[in-house]
T-cell receptor, first 113, second 111 residues
């Protein structure tokens, strides 16, 4: 079972560079989301999607873009990386009913120098 | 007030101890409830769902009190391997998608 797959696992960027964090799920889940987790802190929601073609902002959306062209994929784009975006990024997915469990990818550890 | 609040921790307990984590949520329309476990530098993983009737999985017992908007997790006979951060998670159905994570309570179990 692949579940939620994130790539890359690690990334180092220079300030001002752009990149895309990839996320794919094979569970046909409607809901997908991106979180960031800073050291010693809780999860903070960046963007989420309730289905293909539908995205919305979470708690900390600035500096990030998302799109959802297919059910399976939900990439996160960093437009112009800043040191404040150094964090661990988790992608998650869940089914459409309220009782459904959220599954996480293994995370991408990003450092911006 | 935070939507999901947990004990700030950390909890430091000896092996074999019983430890209880508490969580409160603010939205009375919340629909489903979970405890997740997160090991250092790893992704959160489901520990157990929480049902109104209470449920048990081995050494772990979860309780939900909808009237008080309170969720608990009890760990009996703590093991070294229980050391982790425990996250209280609530799914809200109102307004569509909303999964809310508590900040987590760190548990250290020592020999």
């Amino acid at each position: 079972n692949a579940g939620v797959t994130q790539t890359p696992k690690f990334q180092v960027l220079k300030t001002g560079q752009s990149m895309t964090l990839q996320c794919a799920q094979d569970m046909n889940h409607e809901y997908m989301s991106w979180y960031r987790q800073d050291p010693g802190m809780g999860l903070r929601l960046i963007h989420y999607s309730v289905g293909a073609g539908i995205t919305d902002q979470g708690e900390v959306p600035n500096g990030y873009n998302v799109s959802r062209s297919t059910t399976e994929d939900f990439p996160l784009r960093l437009l112009s990386a800043a040191p404040s975006q150094t964090s661990v990024y988790f992608c998650a997915s869940r089914g459409g009913t309220g009782g459904n469990i959220q599954y996480f990818g293994a995370g991408t550890r990003l450092s911006v120098l | 007030r935070k939507e999901v609040e947990q004990d700030p921790g950390p909890f430091n307990v000896p092996e074999g101890a019983t430890v209880a984590f508490n969580c409160t949520y603010s939205n009375s329309a919340s629909q489903s409830f979970f405890w997740y476990r997160q090991d250092c530098r790893k992704e959160p993983k489901l520990l157990m769902s929480v049902y109104s009737s209470g449920n048990e999985d081995g050494r772990f017992t979860a309780q939900l009190n909808r009237a008080s908007q309170y969720i608990s997790l009890l760990i009996r006979d703590s093991k070294l391997s229980d050391s982790a951060t425990y996250l209280c998670v609530v799914n809200d159905k109102t307004g569509g998608f909303k999964t809310i994570f508590g900040a987590g309570t760190r548990l250290f179990v020592k020999a």
